[in-house]
């Protein structure tokens, strides 16, 4: 910043307006005597000067500097100490009453305070050094001194008293006057160049316009960003868009011609094409920023930037997880790769809690302004820690095998382990999923789910159009249904695979009712009948997924329930995609709910106006929608059942020498690809560590050509491969896990399915892969993840179905059951029930 045209000196307490002013355009000189009450009213992001009483001592100067103060003003002799302390020449400014300053201390300070009577008859000091000039006479300086002195690299020192922001006062000098009285312009039109840029995003120029003396009054007196247009006069930005600006700082460049406005911009930006500068989109960390900004407010649903936001625990290990990383990086390339996945997550965390990259650069000012500093040595844990790693590794054997090639440390790579020989405590570890904090998830969706349970069509269309971004008139459509327009060939593959899926599960139906005569005269039935109304959940937004469709309308068609109700996220128009729409028609459905998240499970489960009420509610989501499940399954009021837990979709393959590399590969990579918390486990038996690293190749080539490969990238960094040395550990780590699918890549592997204990659905050998039980095979996908695999089973015929049973006794079979009734029920004391049997066979009670 070129030398300042005043310093504004606190001599009395100002209004909290005049000294706001001053804090735009200037650094402020306050007392120490002043000091804690004019810090607390300028913002932390204004510069401000200590001037030090001349009884303070050397520790006392010093701690101004340690508290964030820009620079010291000390008398020659304090200052002649400060230097010798260390206190950098930057930092310290002498006070005289004369020019003559002991050459040791000139040397070792960057300016000096002179007091005089009469600032016409001062001298100056040897350039480079700043004079500033305080006139004791209290006579009003004038905007034609403050230009004399400016040139020649001086300035005044004007205390409050003698400042005014009123344009019209003729006892002090307007404040705005005097910081532009140096200012000049070579345009006809007397207006100056003046750059705009951001505060919040470093100084990111936000765009070029221009201001007059008259608009630079205003916006040091308001804080407000006003400017000249050269067209429509006084430019007050955002007086109609909204996009207002704060005023944070003023300045005048080098040659006093050109003005920068540091701002805080709010709206949608500083151009008119709302953009947020003249010059386009932010870049590097500015849009870093302003991505985590927008995220933190309303990020997708299952995105990973969310769940860091939300899981501090993750959070925190992948910080300290990328410190590491860049600690051991070594090319250039790789440290800025390692910087900046660092930089990320911890801007992550700034933004969480409030934090912002001005904020940032604040914190860094006040470090920097410090004299003492700390020894700066690490702590005993974090040095030990660093220690061992950078123990030198032993020599390569001449013998030993050529190690595989590096892609870089921006590979696609799963995490390795042993499991023999490791403890039982991080065993359990390997087989823990990320944790769904259940509890704080409910409490963001009850608002939604009462609000649809109370006001129902009303609630439920406002959450439609805010959450599902779908202006709606009505959110139900009901069978009849029009006539999707779908490409033939996608036709008849959905229904090849309706075909498949319903033979499976017409399979699984219960043809007769299960009879047993338990006792002669005394037969138990037990028999199946369809659930009434059922809900299926239908994942939508970005992806089209008919197969959900099918794997829950079908086996509700087989089952025979009466009313099937589908419920998806509708697109921006309103319309469902028509694949989805083809499927309701083909399993039967009798109404589409067009609604998604925990909005369409509330309609669900109380129903609505429109939307009929379900028993049971069915399908996969996000955490949302997990959530809002889980809350109506435990409200008496709903009376709604739910399939089943739901988390993450995961996969764990197990693999022999028999294994074919890209085969598995493609197994996990299909999984992989449906979210960044995705798992993905390789559980290897007996593999080499280049047999391991072939199918680590394969992940990567093949993640490389998929579109999805930045998410991708995310969920197999955090998945696992186990090495086990023989087929017992490995299905007894695979049983423990409970996969929702596993995939046999083993040699015999049909001989080894009796081995599997756990597991949602089994793929067996290297032709069957996951994506077929996904859509077409006939099994159904809708299975139970997180480990809900050794509880339940995954979606059946049997799901949509209850059992009622029945006995009937004969006259016979009761006088022989009858008295073993009594005795127990009299043995319970319940008279009554002891009583039913009584009657009927004239026993006498007792």
Known sequence: MATPSLIPLVDTTPSKDLLLSAARITPVLVPSS????????????????????????????????????????????????????????????????????????????????????????????????????????????????????????????????????????????????????????????????????????????????????????????????????????????????????????????????????????????????????????????????????????????????????????????????????????????????????????????????????????????????????????????????????????????????????????????????????????????????????????????????????????????????????????????????????????????????????????????????????????????RFARPISRVGLYVPGGTAILPSSALMLGVPAQVAGCKEIVLATPPKPDGSIAPEVLYVAKKVGASAILKAGGAQAVAALAYGTETVPKVDKIFGPGNQWVTAAKMFVSTDADAQVAIDMPAGPSEVLVIADKTANASYVASDLLSQAEHGVDSQVVLVTIDLSEKEIDDIEKEVEQQARKLPRVDITRISVSKSLIVSTSDVKSAFDFSNDYAPEHLILHIDSASEKVPMVENAGSVFVGQYSPESCGDYASGTNHTLPTNGFARQYSGVNTLSFQKHITSQELTKEGLDKLGPVVVKLAECEGLRAHANAVRVRLGMQSP
């Not at 002043?34 to 810090?39: F, G």
Request: include cysteine; charge should be negative; glycine fraction near 6%.
């Open 34 to 525: 002043n000091l804690s009450n004019t810090v607390s009213t300028i913002p932390k992001s204004s510069s401000y000067y200590v001037l030090v009483a001349d009884d303070e001592s050397l520790d006392s100067a010093i701690s101004y500097l340690n508290n964030g103060a820009s620079a010291i003003f000390a008398s020659v002799e304090l200052a002649d100490r400060c230097i010798s302390a260390g206190v950098p020449s930057e930092k310290l400014y002498a006070v005289s009453s004369s020019t003559d300053i002991p050459e040791d201390v000139l040397k070792g300070i960057k300016g000096a305070l002179i007091k005089i009577s009469g600032v016409n008859s001062a001298t100056q000091l040897p350039k480079p050094k700043v004079t500033l000039y305080l006139d004791e006479s209290k006579i009003i300086p004038t905007e034609k001194t403050v230009a004399s002195l400016h040139k020649s690299n001086a300035a005044l020192a004007v205390p409050l008293s003698q400042l005014t922001n009123d344009a019209t006062s003729s006892s002090k000098l307007n404040i705005t006057n005097a910081f532009l009285a140096p200012i000049t312009t070579d345009r006809p039109d007397g207006l100056f160049s003046t750059i705009v840029s951001s505060y919040l995003h470093g100084g990111k120029s936000l765009g070029l316009c221009y201001s007059s003396k008259e608009s630079i009054e205003e916006s040091v007196r308001t804080g407000r960003g006003v400017y000249q247009s050269r067209k429509h006069g006084l430019w007050r930005k955002g007086e109609t868009s909204g996009a207002i600006q704060d005023v944070v700082k003023i300045d005048l460049d080098c040659d006093s011609d050109c003005l920068n406005f540091e701002v805080i911009q709010h709206g949608a930006g500083f151009c008119h094409l709302d953009t947020p500068t003249c010059f386009g989109q932010l870049s590097g960390l500015a849009a870093l920023e302003e991505t985590l900004v927008s995220r933190h407010r309303s990020a997708p649903e299952g995105s990973y930037t969310k769940r860091l936001f939300n899981d501090e625990t993750l959070l925190r290990s992948k910080i300290m997880e990328e410190a590491d990383e860049l600690c051991a990086a070594k090319s250039q390339e790789d440290v800025a790769f390692e910087a900046a996945d660092l930089i990320y997550f911890a801007l992550t965390r700034c933004v969480s809690k409030g934090v912002n990259l001005a904020d940032i650069g604040h914190a860094l000012d006040k470090k920097a302004a410090k004299v003492s500093r700390r020894p700066g040595n690490a702590k005993p844990k974090y040095l030990e820690q660093a220690q061992a790693k950078i123990t030198p590794a032993p020599a390569p054997s001449t013998t030993q095998q050529p190690q595989p090639t590096s892609f870089g440390n921006d590979l696609i790579r799963m995490r390795k382990t042993k499991l023999d020989g490791i403890a039982e405590e991080e065993r359990l570890q390997l087989l823990r999923r990320p944790v769904l904090n259940s509890g704080a998830m409910i409490d963001r969706v009850r608002p939604i789910v009462e609000g649809v349970s109370t006001k129902g069509d009303k609630s439920l269309l406002d959450f439609i159009a805010k959450l599902d971004k779908a202006d709606l008139k009505s959110p139900i459509a009901r069978a009849p249904f029009e006539e999707p327009t779908i490409q033939q060939d996608v036709k008849e593959a959905i229904d090849i695979a309706y075909e498949n899926v319903r033979k499976f599960h017409v399979g699984q139906a219960e043809k007769e009712p299960l009879v047993v005569e338990t006792m002669p005269g005394i037969v138990c039935q």
